[in-house]
């Protein structure tokens, strides 16, 4: 460089200008840690939920996807803007999709780790929530699973849901015989549908109702882990000669 040659230097609002952006990203990045030591973000995200350089809480409903986030306080000021009066609830249903996806994925994991050669077969109770939105987006995920029922209610939502996927269906809880002959119409349908025997009584019921609708059922055996007190017996019965429960279905 010629010793004539000036050196240009920066303009003193340059200089202004780039200390307060230096000055505002340390702040920004001073409120994201903030954020996350108070909320322990960290201990609960799983990689869905996470603090912004804005300091707002992010969104990002596919980890497979970390380029897609949300700013959930940017979605509530367009919301906002559109007209929608808060508070708002905001469903993302990537993020069932991806749980449901990821614990097949590491019971494959498993069964290959350890040379397990049975099947495996998620099935999802529908009493944890029954949410026209949430059945529909597990069911239509594209991944296999199976919808579970406790009562005559919950397997009349469950019919109307697994009509679209023709799947398993598992049966539980209490069986009088309109609900066992709900399962076994459901049977008819084309479905998947296990019948848990956890009385012994309810062996004589299930053969009647099939008999009278001509269809072959699907009886599955368990002893609860902690049985109602009127179960008791029954399910020590159950246990202790499991082929008693299969032999009136020969």
Known sequence: MSEDMPIQRPSVAGDNLSLRS???VAMNDRNASKMLRTYNVAYWGNNYFDVNE????SVCPDPDVPHARVDLAELVKERQKDGQRLPALFCFPQILQHRLRSINAAFKRA???FGYEGGYFLVYPIKVNQHRRVIESLVNSGEPLGLEAGSKAELMAVLAHAGMTRSVIVCNGYKDREYVRLALIGEKLGHKVYLVIEKMSEIQMVLEEAERLN???RPGCACPAWPHKGQVMASRAVAKNPSSV???FR
Do not use: D, F, K, Y
Request: aromatic share 6%; no cysteine; net charge negative.
């Open 22 to 24: 230096m000055q505002e």
């Open 246 to 248: 299969w032999q009136p």
């Open 215 to 217: 269809v072959i059922p």
């Open 54 to 57: 804005l300091g707002h809480i």
């Open 111 to 113: 069964r290959e780790s």
